[in-house]
């Protein structure tokens, strides 16, 4: 017999499965000796007291043994000759996990990435950091991996109904990832452990006989005579490419990307977005309230460093906490050299003294509305770009920062004096009210009260706000028909993923591209 329990141990004891087995039988009311397995299915810490549980979900059998868990998935069979070919456009998670749908269902994945491979572009980020250079096609947010490769790696996601969220995390343990992902409630990965990871997704594709083509902007559509279907792409090199069906999975960075649908007269819909800061704290402020610390007291090194999430609703906008990154750093995630944009990231041990996360309040298409004569659909994307480049003057330039520290920002002035952050370009102080738009500002700072409850100290001149933190989401969604999942105005193209409007957030955008790719084979064979 097999059943499924949640058990609540003391953190003490819940690593010790004998502590596991002893707890399991009394909550059976049977003999500990009949529990032949127990496997934990998932784990979390509640820390909302000054005790600390562990949660811990277990599959136990009794009087048979414990069945073998779940398979991880295995290669796919290499492609026959003459296989379909399917044109994926970016390597983010979305384009990666696309290609390896495709070839599961035998057709031959073949990748376009305006990027480096993620080896060479991790010599790219030093350029940034340190000289405050952005080379435009090969950054945080462009190159293999997508957005997602120098991030925090966090694949926590409340998405379900787009598939099932552990297949995700079974590919990623089958090309190198810890097996902890499967069972933690909040995974993550790290971005020192994600390039490797990439890689071997990379390497199963090329094995099974897919494409990947770096250095390789999509720039434009190569339609048919009528222009109602898309026959291939053209890449910035002058090559035409043309496929049975081309996935669009190009992030919400590529802005090019948006406007050359827009000259092609492709239905876009503007949609809401989020904008504000990055707000840093000591790891040590957020560990002490979280973990119910004494002052002065540090964390046990059997607790990860802790996280929040905070949300609340002002005047009818949502501002919230977003992409909160534990013993993380704060990274320059501009696309192009005139804007300043700030993002995070952690490494898999999130050790460093500081943590971060956005703070964003809810941007909706009106509030760009004044853009909309002169950009249209795109106007939302007008408005990020404007703060954004209003952001790299505020900060003085080299991709240094304009910072705040919170009680300054409560009270409208500059701060005289920064602590150091975690930002390697560096921070200017500036009064990010006369930066961000008075709506923003005004909603910021009642959360900040608001949250000083839920967090002592949120509020403390330990606390910095560094600007600006605009790339959400996308402003604009690119429609597509519900059960085609093609555009309906051009079939054969298939937008995927968080450019489009339908993820956020690696995990989501993995799950959006394995739909994408049974859409875009599924339309051959009709
Ligand atoms: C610093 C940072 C940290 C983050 N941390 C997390 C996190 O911890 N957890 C989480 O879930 N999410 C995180 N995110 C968000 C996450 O990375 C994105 O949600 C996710 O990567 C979106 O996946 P995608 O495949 O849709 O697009 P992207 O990852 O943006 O990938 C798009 C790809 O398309 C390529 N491309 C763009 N235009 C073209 C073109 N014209 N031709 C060819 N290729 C093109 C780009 O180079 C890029 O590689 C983070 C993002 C950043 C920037």
Redesign the pocket.
């Given at each position: 017999m097999f059943r499924e329990i949640n058990l609540r141990l003391p953190l003490q004891q819940a690593d010790s499965l004998t502590e596991q087995m002893r707890a399991a039988a009394r909550m059976l009311r049977i003999h500990p000796k009949r529990i032949c397995g127990l496997r934990i299915i998932k784990e979390s810490t509640d820390a909302r007291q000054r005790v600390i549980y562990k949660q811990l979900r277990c599959l136990i059998a009794v009087d048979e043994p414990l069945p073998p868990p779940p398979p991880l998935p295995e290669r796919p069979p290499k492609l026959p000759a003459g296989a379909a070919r399917i044109l994926i456009?970016?390597?983010?998670?979305?384009?990666l996990f696309a290609a390896l749908r495709c070839l599961e269902l035998g057709a031959c994945p073949v990748i376009?990435?305006?990027?480096k491979d993620v080896s060479s572009r991790r010599f790219d980020l030093r350029p940034i950091n340190c000289d405050g250079i952005v080379p435009t096609?090969s950054n945080?947010?462009?190159?293999?991996?997508?957005?997602?490769a120098?991030?925090?790696?966090?694949?926590?996601?409340r998405t379900t109904k787009r598939g099932d969220v552990s297949e995700i995390y079974r590919y990623f343990v089958a090309h190198g990832a810890d097996p902890a992902i499967l069972i933690e409630s909040h995974p993550?990965i790290g971005s020192d452990k994600l390039p490797r990871i990439i890689r071997s997704i990379r390497s199963t594709i090329l094995q099974c006989g897919g494409e990947v083509h770096f250095n390789?902007?999509?720039?434009g559509l190569l339609r048919s005579a009528d222009r109602r279907h898309l026959l291939g792409v053209y890449?910035d090199d002058g090559r035409e490419w043309q496929a049975a069906g081309v996935i669009l999975?190009?992030?919400?960075?590529?802005r090019?990307?948006y406007r050359m649908l827009a000259s092609e007269h492709l239905l876009m819909e503007r949609k809401v977005f989020a904008a504000g800061v990055r707000i840093e704290h000591p790891q040590s402020l957020i560990d002490a309230a979280q973990y119910h610390l004494r002052s002065g007291q540090a964390r046990p090194n059997s607790l990860p460093a802790a996280r929040y999430a905070l949300a609340t609703t002002i005047r009818d906008r949502g501002v919230h906490s977003f992409?909160m990154?534990p013993g993380g750093f704060i990274?320059p995630?501009a696309t192009e050299n005139d804007e300043v944009v700030v993002?995070?990231?952690s490494l898999s041990r999130r050790n460093s003294p500081y943590a971060n996360s956005g703070f964003v309040v809810t941007v909706t298409p009106k509030d760009t509305d004044s853009l909309n004569p002169q950009y249209g659909v795109l106007s939302g994307i007008a408005w990020q770009k404007k703060l954004e480049q209003a952001t790299a003057i505020a900060g003085g330039g080299r991709m240094k920062a304009p910072a705040q520290r919170v009680p300054d920002f409560l009270m409208r002035r500059e701060s005289t004096s920064l602590r150091l952050g975690n930002y390697r370009p560096g921070l200017t102080p500036y009064n990010l009210w006369e930066l961000l738009p008075r709506g923003i500002c005004e909603r910021m700072a009642e959360a900040l009260r608001l949250f000083e409850h839920h967090i002592p100290g949120f509020t403390s001149g330990d606390a910095l706000l560094i600007g600006s933190e605009t790339?959400t989401s996308s402003p604009v969604r690119i429609p597509r028909e519900s059960d085609s999942l093609q555009h309906p105005e051009l079939s054969g193209l298939f937008p995927?993923?968080?450019?489009a409007g339908y993820?956020?957030?690696?995990?989501?955008?993995a799950l959006?591209?394995r739909l994408c790719a049974e859409a875009a084979v599924a339309s051959i064979h009709h």
């Open positions: 456009i970016g390597a983010g998670p979305a384009g376009l990435e305006r990027g096609n945080y947010c462009f190159g293999e991996g997508g957005a997602g120098f991030s925090d790696g966090k694949l926590y996601t993550h390789t902007r999509v720039c890449s999975a190009t992030g919400h960075s590529a090019d990307v992409c990154c990274v995630a993002n995070g990231m790339r995927c993923a968080e450019g993820a956020g957030g690696i995990i989501s955008a959006d591209g």
